[in-house]
């Protein structure tokens, strides 16, 4: 009987229960390919502590490491028309909708929030790349008007965060115009002469490189981000050259003055501190 008890039972019971383990407690590199333990990431803001490799942070976790003790108050962003266009590709573009939500538990890609970094009034507005690769529609063009008419009322510094693959196909024309409504957003700021900032993740493509992204009065960009418009394999096969190494990278993109900073995860807070210090002095 306690053989039965001691050593068959147990072993039965492993094969038919589910174990309590998590499946997910070690992530690959994208970059060097080693193993890193999750909570070691967690502590380390999502960066690989043995390359130095960026992966992407989740935007509530980018908003709490940038305000000061991480506390900040959401700001609320306008409702906009769901299906404009009546799209439809394999899916109709209101099922890819709900499915986005209920992935990510919001409305669209941006979340912003109002707080203190460095002591200093700001106003963040931060992508969330699992939103259908945080492409820009309408949603995100009054997302970025409603924080900069908030920055402008606040009397706050304005910081966005973009991690984008583009426009959002699904919305067509209406999705390209927000590159100018984001743009006008972006003046509205510089002309209450507030500071405009923006930190650029990887990625930053297409129509959000081509607006407002670029137009930061301070460019900062995390190590190794792809900031671009078009793709090294589109611009490859157009002017039939290869590319140099590195090209579209953030170290690239400082080297050739697209960008003012390359600044390590890490001490982007510290570094905006200083420079609101200096801006809004």
């Not at 003790?69 to 109709?92: C, Q, S």
């Not at 990510?104 to 890609?109: G, I, N």
């Not at 979340?111 to 945080?134: C, H, P, Q, S």
């Not at 002017?239 to 003012?260: N, S, T």
């Amino acid at each position: 009987m306690n053989w039965i008890s001691n050593y068959v039972r147990p072993k039965i019971q492993a094969l038919v229960q589910k174990s309590d383990v998590p499946e997910n407690l070690w992530v690959p590199c994208g970059n060097c390919g080693k193993m890193v333990f999750h909570r070691d990431l967690e502590r380390n803001a999502q960066v690989c502590p043995h390359c130095e490799h960026h992966m992407k942070l989740d935007v509530i976790s980018r908003l709490e490491s940038l305000f000061d003790d991480g506390k900040y108050k959401t700001i609320n962003m306008p409702e906009v028309e769901a299906d404009p266009l009546k799209f439809k590709d394999k899916k109709k573009y209101p099922e890819r909708l709900k499915d986005a939500r209920s992935k990510t538990k919001r409305d669209d890609v941006i979340v912003a929030g109002l707080g203190k970094i460095g002591g200093r009034k700001a106003v963040v507005a931060a992508f969330d790349f699992k939103f259908m690769g945080g492409s820009m529609g309408m949603a995100v063009g009054e997302a970025i008007v409603k924080a900069a008419e908030t920055a402008v009322v606040q009397n706050a510094a304005f910081i966005v965060v973009p991690a984008s693959g583009g426009a959002r196909m699904q919305e067509g024309i209406l999705s390209l115009m927000q590159m100018s409504r984001t743009t006008i957003g972006v003046d509205m700021v510089k002309e209450a002469g507030l500071p405009y900032i923006v930190i650029l993740t990887d990625p930053t493509t297409g129509g959000v490189s081509a607006s407002f992204a670029m137009l930061g009065d301070i460019q900062i960009a995390e190590p190794g981000s792809l900031v671009c418009f078009a793709g090294a394999r589109v611009i490859e096969e157009t002017i039939r050259e290869k590319l140099p190494e590195g090209f579209q990278r953030a170290e690239y993109l400082l080297d050739h003055g697209m960008v003012d900073m390359v600044v390590h995860r890490k001490d982007i807070p510290s570094t905006i501190g200083k420079i609101l210090d200096h801006l809004m002095n």
